[in-house]
């Protein structure tokens, strides 16, 4: 992306598209989406029109996201309208977030007339009591079912995300779905621990030592660990290399939508609870799909957040995530030089050629790592 001055010019990195809407709620899930009545659905896409229609593009998209929700469950025509709003076509890439089991023949050939290139499986696991526990329907044979489809409608890129510390997963199961995965051979693969918080149905349960959705069968913390790394080890053994905390990618398989969010390119966020940065300023849109609705149609906007970016505190939050690291200037070396020194010094940072990057067992002590950079 060419630079002026320090200001991002020429190209827009992405622009980011929540659908919220699913077809039932996964009890791990902590985002603002879920099942919601068809007229608010209605709703929510004039609202998005409208938004979009509004906006005004200072740069041409490179890349596009639909995030949910389950967005692979949006209308063909809903979804039509909206890129026909995103200057830019044909994008470098652009990926649908789907569903296993929400993916047909009629839709994978839409999808790839509209533009998109690529496509984020949720699978989560493929270990049948696991997915049980969650809400998912699945089978592993979906999944390579609807992965054919794609590739007979001319979609080849893939993602397949997985979750390390669900209900019931030992380190045989957990195995057993690395194994359909690089059976599967997907050029990305996305492996999150399950977030324990109280914005999940399974976290609420795991918090509280309820025995619901399984959350007294949830691994401890140490076994989650023992998963994660696991995968590290097997994926890379494939070569699948670990370019940041929780994805890893075949060589020019990384996904060049999410790597702008960290090296802090600009992108356009639109929906409930998107995003925006400019490059200097970050906006919020309202959370929840009512309330977004609310705004659009008595104010002609969502945003209920703007601040200015602290550019250098969120160089090393998000650029820490990457495998490469970040490249402090001399004026930063100086500033973040005492937890700089300690964390090398225990361990967990690695300083190399000017560059500067999180150790092994630094990526698995990360937010303890990251913190000592947020604004006071």
Known sequence: MARE????????AGVYIAYPFCAQKCT??????????????????????????????????ETVYFGGGTPSLMPIEALAGVLELVPGRPWTEATMEAAPGSITAERAAAWHELGINRVSLGVQSFVAAELARTGRRHTPETVAREMELLRKAGITRFNIDLIAGLPAQTVESWRESLRWVLWLAPGHVSVYMLEVDDDSRLGR?????????????????????????????ELAR?????????NFARPGEESRHNLKYWKLEPYAGFGADA???????RRANAETPAVYCERMERDGTAVTETTPAHLVEEKFLVGLR?????????????????????????GLLEADSGALR????????S??????????
């Open 275 to 281: 995003h925006s940065f400019d490059g200097k300023t």
């Open 205 to 233: 349960e795991i918090r509280r030592h309820g025995m619901r959705y399984g959350a007294g069968e949830a691994p401890d913390e140490d076994l989650t660990t023992t998963l994660y790394e696991t995968a590290i080890d």
């Open 5 to 12: 001055r320090g200001v991002y010019c020429k190209r827009m």
């Open 238 to 246: 494939a070569g699948v290399r670990q370019y940041e905390i929780s």
């Open 28 to 61: 791990f899930c902590n985002f603002a989406s879920g099942v919601f009545p068809r007229e608010l659905e209605r709703r929510y896409l004039a609202a998005l029109l409208a938004e979009m229609r509004a906006h005004a593009w200072a740069w041409t998209p």
């Open 322 to 346: 990457l495998a490469e690291g970040v490249r402090p200037s001399t004026e930063e070396w100086e500033r973040f030089r005492t937890p700089i020194e300690r964390f090398i010094r225990t």
């Open 358 to 365: 999180l150790t092994r067992r630094g990526v698995l002590l």
């Open 367 to 376: 937010n303890e790592v990251l913190q000592e950079f947020l604004c006071p």
